[in-house]
């Protein structure tokens, strides 16, 4: 039977070339605001000093490692889970899919004063108990373990989706079975038989946590921690221009990640077949 090409639709490649060209003009201008001064012409102090500014290392340096936490909090959490629900629970998939769907639903300025009320109630109520340490400990600002539950919570619909369509394209239960049929357990089967067959979905859903982590802002703005993003408003007020290029710096480094994570998985497919 003969393939049928079908040429891309027209109205596709206009719809593409539209937001293609929206996305880029924004940012060129970004560019452009941060390297043309004024009076001074064109010059890049603003990507220059953004090294030695005050708090840039540190912020950048927690937020990375609040999303390398918070990636592989969620991904212990939800792999699990979903091939548990292929395998034994496929009627309860539309229940875990509108729990994990609420942070979507739910505002973060609503989440975040939710967040806050318990934390205020926790020192208030367990200040001679065991627990009071725990909290204390929750709210370190050195490494905000709050922000970790929170970020875990936020990811849920995107990791949720991810995961979801890489199980959609495989068979768990034929590779399971056939793992145990080997002699595997049941985490050795996870990790031996499905995971492989998921590298395409772990790294989408790591990229989307990545992303929500190092650009969230308000719950970490209303509980009084400096990660990546507050400290790029905090600095927009006296240095507009420094702020921008950072973000465009963020953005091109968010850019990068990307590449290296699709080269990484195309290069591990490709040794794969050939094995």
Known sequence: MARLNRSP??????????????????????????????????????????????????????????????????????VPAMVALRLGAPRLRPVVEAVCSLPLVVPPIAFVAGLGTVLKWGPEHLSRTPLFQTFVALQNPDFPVVLVLAYVVMALPFVHRALDAGLAAIDVRTLVEAARSCGAGR??????????????????????????????????????FRPFAVWIVNISGSQAQMSVAVSVLSLLVTWLLLLALAGAGGRRRTRTSEA
């Open 187 to 224: 985490v050795q089967a996870l990790v031996s038989a499905v995971l492989p067959n998921l590298r395409g979905a772990l790294m989408n859903a790591s990229f989307l946590t990545l992303a929500l982590v190092l650009g969230e802002y308000t719950v970490a703005q209303l509980l009084g």
């Open 9 to 78: 639709s027209p109205w596709r490649w206009a719809a593409l070339g539209l937001a293609g060209l929206y996305f880029l003009v924004s940012l060129a201008a970004s560019v452009v605001f941060t390297v043309d001064v004024p009076g001074q012409g064109l010059t890049f102090d603003a990507y220059t000093k953004i090294l030695t500014t005050d708090g840039f290392v540190t912020s950048l340096l927690l937020s990375l490692g609040l999303a390398a936490v918070t990636i592989a909090v969620v991904l212990l959490l939800m």
